[in-house]
């Protein structure tokens, strides 16, 4: 099983700063990683694909980078909406999710 | 617009059976895999299965194998999922999801509670 760790845990920013989080795969993906938000009482919502795809209506704010065994998702500069919790997921092997890093607002 | 509305979920004792739904709209649905994604309360997202565009392959995580049945109708744009045997640890909300390689869009999901 490919194990995704996400880090940090839990983010405290404010609103216009910026937010880099991190997704280290325990084999290497290729571009094989996806990006998900999360929102209490939400659906998930697809952010990132193929490692640096925005999906569809996806803000230019949302970055995603890397490939191999290192991914970062960036967020430019934080909207109030970007408060969430977001996951990482790969689809090399199977399918599995990091444990999510949570951006609280500070 | 793209839509899933999930339903099915209750409350069950463990060691019995639930059937959920996934009702698609707003897209070919036969053009399409579909995954199951389950999450538990506090917990992170969990794979659960998915189905290939006609159905003839499914795919499962390791603790639903033999437990659980994915399939669909395309005639019904609507995904199944068959949940036997069921324990506490299924306890979760299970959402469905558009796609193989990446998931999106998501049903708001259903919960699914095991307990006696």
């Known amino acids: 099983e490919t194990v995704l760790t996400q880090s940090p845990a839990t983010l405290s920013l404010s609103p216009g700063e910026r937010a880099s989080l991190s997704c280290r795969a325990s084999?290497?993906?290729?571009?094989?990683l996806a990006w998900y938000q999360k929102k209490p009482g939400q659906a998930p919502r697809l952010i990132i694909y193929?490692?640096?795809n925005r999906a569809t209506g996806i803000p230019a704010r949302f970055r995603g980078s890397g490939s191999g065994t290192d991914f970062t998702l960036t967020i430019s500069s934080l909207e109030p909406e970007d408060f969430a919790v977001y996951y990482c997921?790969?689809?090399?092997?199977?399918?599995?999710f990091g444990q999510g890093t949570k951006v609280e607002i500070k | 617009e793209e839509q899933l509305v999930e339903s099915g979920g209750d409350l069950v004792q463990p060691g019995g059976s639930l059937r959920l739904y996934c009702a698609a709209s707003?897209?070919?649905?036969?053009?399409?895999?579909m995954t199951w994604v389950r999450q538990a309360a506090g917990k992170g997202l969990e794979w659960v299965s998915g189905?290939?565009?006609?159905?003839?392959?499914?795919y499962y995580t390791d603790s639903v194998k033999g437990r659980f049945t994915i399939s669909r109708d395309n005639s019904r744009n609507t995904l199944y999922l068959q949940m036997n045997s069921l324990r506490a640890d299924d306890t979760a909300v299970y959402y469905c999801?558009?796609?193989?390689?990446?998931?999106?869009?998501w049903g708001r999901g259903t919960l699914v509670t095991v307990s006696s």
């Open positions: 999801a558009k796609g193989w390689q990446a998931f999106g869009p």
């Open positions: 707003g897209f070919i649905f036969s053009d399409f895999a």
């Open positions: 189905i290939s565009e006609g159905g003839d392959r499914p």
């Open positions: 084999q290497s993906l290729g571009t094989s």
């Open positions: 193929g490692a640096s």
């Open positions: 997921q790969q689809r090399s092997n199977w399918r599995t």
